[in-house]
């Protein structure tokens, strides 16, 4: 069956560096979501990528979706303490519309 | 707007006790799905319902049943209670009109004993 999975688990930098975590399914996407759960929190949706190569934006995060839909990546610019969190990516194959397969996550930490 | 609200927020119970577990949808979503998460890890697909029936289903055995309502609100329960069965459980309401697009509740937190 279909396994997304990311890296890095856990990701510790300094305020100001930079961020990047990779999603990888074993399967095509029909379309692909980030999550970010901050700690003892809920995961609360960022955004969702659909077309193949899509990248997109949002203030410090770019989003990308690979050409083939099998891999995406989040980056984040100049790290806050705000950018605490565990940030997922979540995934359906084309024809599974309601099994939408979540990654283990990256749990980012962030030093003032 | 309402969110998703899901309740009890915490719960202990011993091994073999069943346990039932309510989320009311946000307003205008028609689909609630329920997510099971262990520690450190990523919320695992248990099931979703959508018009009062299951309409997909995880890796999960029969002993993780559900419901859903007419006002679409839905109930996770789970039987015979193993203590690997001890999670942050999940519930997601969602809209195709939204896209698909999951709002989570904050979570019912169970300790199995």
């Known amino acids: 069956g279909q396994q997304v999975m990311q890296i890095p688990q856990y990701q510790h930098v300094q305020e100001g560096e930079d961020f990047t975590t990779y999603c990888n399914s074993s399967?095509?996407?029909?379309?692909i979501q980030w999550y970010k759960q901050r700690p003892g929190g809920h995961p609360v949706f960022l955004i969702q990528?659909?077309?193949?190569?899509e990248v997109k934006k949002q203030k410090r995060l770019t989003f990308q979706f690979g050409e083939a839909k099998k891999n995406s990546s989040l980056h984040i610019t100049a790290t806050q303490t705000t950018d605490v969190g565990t940030y997922f990516c979540?995934?359906?194959?084309?024809?599974?519309?309601?099994?939408?397969?979540f990654g283990a996550g990256t749990r980012l930490t962030v030093k003032p | 707007e309402t969110g998703v609200t899901q309740s009890p927020t915490h719960l202990i119970k011993t091994r073999g006790q069943q346990v039932t577990l309510r989320c009311s949808s946000q307003?205008?979503?028609?689909?609630v799905s329920w997510y099971q998460q262990a520690l450190g890890q990523g919320p695992q697909f248990i099931f979703q319902?959508?018009?009062?029936?299951?309409?997909g289903r995880g890796n999960f055995p029969p002993r993780f049943s559900g419901l859903q309502f007419p006002n679409y609100s839905s109930e996770l329960n789970v039987n015979a209670l193993e203590l690997d069965d001890s999670a942050l459980y999940l519930c997601?309401?969602?809209?195709?009109?939204?896209?698909?697009?999951?709002?989570f509740g904050a979570g019912s937190r169970l300790t199995v004993l």
């Open positions: 307003s205008g979503h028609n689909t």
């Open positions: 319902y959508y018009r009062e029936e299951e309409n």
């Open positions: 997601a309401s969602s809209s195709l009109a939204g896209a698909n697009v999951l709002t």
């Open positions: 979540a995934g359906r194959e084309r024809g599974d519309e309601w099994d939408m397969r």
């Open positions: 990528l659909v077309k193949s190569g």
């Open positions: 399967t095509t996407l029909s379309n």
